[in-house]
């Protein structure tokens, strides 16, 4: 890649009298690369009467697609590969697209996203990787450009809930990376501050002002031509469109995650609140309940498991949470952080976006799942 990028000598293999290419001619290579390997991955691994060889040539196009994933990522991190993502350019906005549908794919296709369940699979393991990292790309360049990714932020949002909450999820044996990377692809959004209704509301009213301002003005203007217009149609054009993305993105989260504090009693806070209501059991179910290991630990020796080996704190979820208040809500997650602690993460975000319904819902979902079967 920084040789396609610097030019020079033989940097593509045709020699120094030909000029450098532009990055984003660099990117398109790599991306069409890229779907030409994933896609005779997809259709190797997809035939169950492909013949050995066949198998071999999708394996090792799987992992030439996920080198390629590797090279997109550096392109964008050069100096100027900002210039792809501030704005979205159409390149980009393919590889998003492409890149969603490449991960809900694999997660059809696999009983599990977890590598330690499939040993010896190769192609699940390939698969897996290139799952993670079309991850890590979607979560840089979000990142980068969070207005410009609202329309991307459902299918994303929905992929990355579908991963970790789905009925096959094993979060417990998921690579630590992974699991903070898809996380992440969720609580990113969540704390963002463009799509907190007040800021909304705000941005809202700034827009409408802007639109009242240009009409004194141009009415002004028509009496005096010397008249300066103190905002542009196209200040006003970009206001709209930032209100109208930060609407979508605020609409979008409320509808996945229902995090959103109302008075109202209508049928869309109350399915607000129901949807809200199953994204916290699951968090609950799986990431903050005790495992069957610590069950049988605990039924044990109560005592000892509270305190754990050498530490105060322990294993405990009383330990995961003493040693998480330490953590700001912003602060990033760390693929050192055990499921536990990301979940207790999540639900400190989800607090400080709506601290009334998180509150409320805490107390229904810790009764419901109290009366639920299974172990008390």
Not at 287 to 307: G, N
């Amino acid at each position: 890649v920084q040789n396609m990028i610097e030019g020079g000598e033989d940097a593509l293999g045709r020699g120094s009298r030909y000029p450098r290419p532009s990055l984003r001619e660099v990117f398109m290579r790599i991306l069409g690369l890229w779907r030409e390997s994933f896609k005779t991955f997809q259709l190797g691994i997809a035939n169950p009467q492909s013949t050995p060889l066949q198998r071999s040539r999708a394996i090792e196009a799987g992992r030439l697609a996920n080198k390629c994933l590797n090279a997109l990522r550096e392109v964008v991190q050069v100096r100027e590969g900002t210039s792809l993502v501030e704005p979205l350019s159409d390149l980009m906005q393919g590889l998003i697209k492409d890149g969603l549908e490449a991960m809900w794919s694999i997660q059809e296709a696999l009983p599990t996203l977890t590598p330690s369940l499939t040993p010896g699979d190769k192609t699940a393991l390939i698969a897996i990787k290139a799952h993670e990292r079309l991850a890590s790309m979607l979560l840089m360049v979000s990142d980068l450009n969070i207005i410009d990714y609202v329309p991307f932020l459902d299918k994303t949002m929905s992929t990355a809930l579908a991963a970790l909450f789905g009925d096959q999820t094993q979060v417990h044996h998921m690579r630590p990376k992974h699991r903070a990377v898809l996380m992440k692809l969720i609580t990113v959004p969540l704390t963002n501050r463009a799509f907190l209704p007040a800021v909304v509301k705000a941005y809202q009213q700034r827009y409408q002002r802007a639109v009242i301002d240009l009409n004194i003005a141009q009415s002004q203007s028509e009496d005096d031509e010397h008249h300066h217009l103190s905002a542009t149609r196209e200040e006003v054009k970009e206001l709209e469109r930032g209100a109208r993305l930060r609407l979508e993105g605020s609409r979008t989260i409320t509808k996945l995650i229902g995090a959103v504090d109302s008075d109202e009693d209508s049928p869309s806070a109350n399915a607000a609140a129901g949807v809200f209501l199953k994204v916290v059991e699951a968090v609950l179910a799986k990431y903050v309940a005790l495992t069957a290991e610590e069950i049988q630990e605990w039924t044990r020796d109560p005592e000892s498991f509270m305190e754990g080996p050498g530490s105060v704190e322990g294993r405990s979820a009383a330990g995961h949470a003493t040693r998480h208040r330490r953590k700001s809500a912003f602060a990033p997650i760390s693929t050192d952080d055990p499921p536990r602690t990301m979940g207790l993460h999540f639900l400190q975000v989800v607090h400080l976006r709506a601290p009334k319904l998180t509150a409320t819902t805490l107390f229904q979902a810790l009764e419901r799942l109290r009366s639920g079967p299974g172990p008390e």
